[in-house]
């Protein structure tokens, strides 16, 4: 399962991101960083102000969860004027330096045309890096794109791999999308797919 090299994809139209959206993904990273985390325990609670001054000289210094708390606040407008280049721009930085969330949130954007031009292929490059990190919204999507053909050649057995590991993590309707891609597979295919999701293992980005 090859990746593209994702590159930077211009600006069309506004990001469709409500204040709950943004929330629940910074909660998310926050939730992954220690408890002595200032800036992302204030963005938890509401405390806008307080998160920027915290988050921004860090995300200076290239701190990828600033990066990414910031270019969410950005994007929603939340205790910042909503600034959609620099929104992307955060986004992208942290993508690059591996962080899970920066890369599924940028490759959501992509998939959807949320304030870049649509790109199906860079969409994949981006779930995959995520994905092959144990990410199962990744997973979700990246297999998605697998049954749809869209940004990679149609490969059902692909996305059953991925509806699988998604599966295994809980993910919702990862159970109903695997067994949607079960039908269109052979016997043969089918148990080479789950010999491959079976003896799959995340991979860390160094």
Same mark, same amino acid.
């Given at each position: ?111 959807? #045309?949320? &304030? =870049?031009? %649509? !790109?199906?292929?860079? $969409?994949?490059? *981006? ?5 092959? @990190? +144990? /990410? ?12 749809? #053909?869209? &940004? =990679?050649? %149609? !490969?059902?057995?692909? $996305?059953?791999? *991925? ?5 295994? @993590? +809980? /993910? ?35």
């Amino acid at each position: 399962m090859e990746e593209a090299s994702p590159r930077p994809a211009p600006r069309r139209r506004a990001l469709a991101l409500g204040a709950a959206a943004v929330m629940m993904a910074v909660t998310a990273t926050a939730r992954a960083t220690t408890p002595s985390d200032a800036g992302l325990e204030a963005f938890r609670r509401g405390d806008y102000a307080a998160a920027r001054a915290q988050l921004a000289p860090r995300a200076e210094k290239g701190d990828a969860q600033a990066e990414f708390a910031l270019g969410m606040m950005y994007a929603g407008g939340l205790g910042v004027k909503r600034d959609y280049e620099r929104a992307l721009s955060l986004m992208q930085k942290a993508a690059e330096a591996g962080l899970i969330t920066a890369q599924y949130y940028l490759g959501t954007w992509l998939e959807q #045309g949320q &304030g =870049v031009t %649509r !790109d199906h292929a860079q $969409a994949v490059a *981006w779930y995959t890096r995520a994905a092959n @990190q +144990g /990410y199962a919204p990744a997973q979700m999507a990246l297999g998605l794109l697998y049954l749809w #053909g869209r &940004g =990679v050649p %149609r !490969d059902w057995l692909k $996305a059953h791999v *991925w509806f699988s590991l998604a599966e295994d @993590q +809980g /993910y919702p309707g990862a159970q109903k999308n695997r067994m949607n891609a079960a039908r269109l597979l052979t016997a043969d295919e089918l148990a080479l797919a789950e010999r491959i999701a079976g003896r799959w293992e995340p991979r860390k980005e160094q």
